[in-house]
């Protein structure tokens, strides 16, 4: 006879009776985090230090004028690596946001692997788009060296965000703590970040180039807050 597993201590059973596990693990998420962390070690054993210039360079602007004059090359494959962390990372965020938060109801149909790689296709369609009327104002403007420095200054912060986004999602996918208030946390630091941006726009506009206060606005809404807002509203009304 074996001892029955309650006997011998003082842990009490919660239910009379076995309840049968019906849950099912996702395999993906696995895949796509253990991915995310490879390519952060392949970074970490090839160009840390250019890793960690580009960091100090998200809250340091003399960090991001030394990494300008070293022309760290946004096209490079170290730059091309944090990209592309910043791209799953952010899918990952959203498509969590969008697990936990029902009142989204973006693809609730679809599957889960379905809803991640919808919103990696969002990213990088945004992304571009953005790039392109960020040329266009420029252009217009005839400040395309002005644009030139906020595309520098933002990939940086992105590519940063990517990096800080890793361990977040990690403990949010396998821990037991509640994933929601990991979550508003998350959007938080995102939206720190777009703060960083904009402040960044205003200090290179105003103090640098000498550019008027209702022109810096208009420039900045065209260029961060303009875009999103409308491929949000695009995003919540067709999906």
Not at 83 to 101: A, C, G, Q, T
């Amino acid at each position: 006879m074996y001892e029955h597993i309650f006997s011998g201590h003082n842990l009490k059973p919660v239910n009379d009776y076995p309840l049968f596990n019906n849950s099912s693990p996702l395999i993906w998420p696995s895949i796509v985090l253990v991915l995310c962390i490879v390519l952060f070690v392949f970074l970490r054993i090839t160009t840390f230090p250019k890793v960690v210039s580009v960091l100090r360079s998200s809250y340091s602007m003399q960090s991001v004028k030394q990494l300008e004059r070293e022309e760290f090359n946004p096209f490079n494959p170290t730059s091309f690596v944090l990209s592309l962390l910043f791209v799953l990372m952010l899918s990952f965020f959203l498509y969590k946001l969008n697990s936990e938060f029902h009142q989204l109801k973006i693809l609730e149909q679809r599957t889960d692997l379905f809803q991640y790689a919808f919103f990696i296709i969002c990213v990088c369609i945004f992304l571009p788009i953005k790039f392109g009327i960020r040329k266009v104002v420029g252009h217009i403007s005839n400040e395309p060296s002005l644009t030139n420095e906020i595309f520098y200054n933002n990939l940086v912060i992105n590519q940063s965000l990517g990096i800080v986004l890793i361990p977040i999602m990690v403990v949010v996918e396998f821990s037991h703590l509640n994933p929601v208030y990991l979550l508003i946390a998350t959007g938080i630091i995102i939206a720190t970040s777009l703060c960083i941006k904009l402040y960044r726009g205003v200090v290179f506009s105003l103090f640098e180039n000498h550019i008027g206060l209702l022109q810096v606005f208009i420039y900045l809404c065209a260029l961060e807050i303009l875009p999103f807002l409308v491929f949000l509203k695009f995003i919540m009304t067709n999906f």
